[in-house]
């Protein structure tokens, strides 16, 4: 009963006001990544550093001959830049939020499907649970995805009462 009474004394009226608040902080959690990783692919070092992402990956391989290294570094900063701001739009706009959290969506997803043929493992720790640099760098996108599919569910909500009030008036 301690847990209760516990719960009990945070004010009704400071509820919706954490919500936001934290809705604001999961926003801005998947923006700033998207928005200075995407940055971060029109610079030398992050073009080298997608090699062996890229070319290790047999569904992103194809990236390299159609676009070429640099191309595809580039066409990759400029999808994770153009999310960022349709995410950054998305407290105002229900359409923002459903284009931009479908592309991190799918952005986030392709990230983490890596992880199914890159090496993530610490092969010196004992391979499984224990990961390696890439996997620690790979496993957040996992949260990321689950963000995204949140800020498109209420971009999806928020779309759909639009509509319905659009309908009834």
């Known amino acids: 009963m ?9 004010p009704v009226a400071a509820i919706p006001k954490l919500a ?9 959690g998947v923006v700033l990544p998207l928005l200075l990783i995407g940055l971060l692919k029109f610079t030398q070092v992050e073009v080298e550093a997608l090699k062996p992402l890229i070319s ?3 569904w992103l391989a194809w990236l390299y001959p159609v676009f070429g290294e640099t ?3 580039y066409l990759l900063g400029t999808v994770e ?8 739009a998305s407290p105002w706009s229900a359409r923002a ?19 199914l043929v890159l090496p993530i ?13 890439l996997g620690t760098f790979l496993i957040k996108d996992v949260a990321l995805f689950g963000v995204s599919l949140v800020i498109l569910t209420e ?13 009834e008036s």
């Open 155 to 167: 971009g999806i909500q928020r779309l759909r009462e639009r509509l319905l009030q659009t309908q």
């Open 56 to 58: 290790g990956t047999p």
């Open 81 to 88: 830049m153009f999310t960022a701001i349709l995410l950054i």
């Open 2 to 10: 301690q847990t209760v009474t516990s719960v009990q004394a945070i």
């Open 121 to 133: 493992w610490e092969a010196a720790s004992g391979g499984f649970p224990w990961f390696n640099f």
């Open 20 to 28: 936001k608040i934290s809705r604001a902080i999961a926003l801005t």
């Open 71 to 73: 191309g595809t570094s």
């Open 97 to 115: 939020a459903i284009a931009g959290s479908l592309l991190a969506a799918l952005t986030f997803l392709t990230t983490v499907s890596t992880m």
